[in-house]
């Protein structure tokens, strides 16, 4: 049996899901903050923790932009082709708001499941 599988559970599956999970919020955030170029996002998902690649961001952000949740401007660059940056838009916004409504709601519920100290449910 193989270390990350544990009663035929792949835990590596699992934490990819859970990243996953978090990755639109977490790029809403970064993007809320002002106009972000997409290897800025990179740097900065990667810098906190959240290991991302080129290949699952673009997509992402693609879909997001199609959603309406986010616009780009094309910015000249003096050292190769025009940037793309993003930026929310209104829809973008009441989004990120109701995704940090449900993160807040539910890394509070989990947390008082998984820390013995904040938990308020008794067996």
Not at 105 to 113: C, D, G, N, R, W
């Amino acid at each position: 049996m193989f270390a990350s599988e544990i009663d035929g559970m792949n835990i590596e599956n699992t934490q990819s899901q859970m990243r996953k999970g978090t990755l639109e919020y977490c790029i809403l955030a970064v993007i809320r903050r002002g106009e972000a170029y997409p290897s800025d996002l990179i740097a900065e998902l990667r810098g906190a923790g959240l290991p991302i690649l080129e290949g699952t961001l673009y997509p992402l952000l693609t879909r997001l932009k199609n959603a309406g949740l986010l616009s780009y401007r094309w910015v000249e660059s003096p050292s190769g082709p025009p940037r793309k940056y993003f930026s929310l838009t209104e829809a973008g916004h009441a989004t990120y708001v109701e995704l940090e409504r449900t993160w807040n709601e539910l890394s509070a519920a989990v947390a008082s499941i998984t820390d013995p100290q904040r938990s308020t449910h008794h067996i």
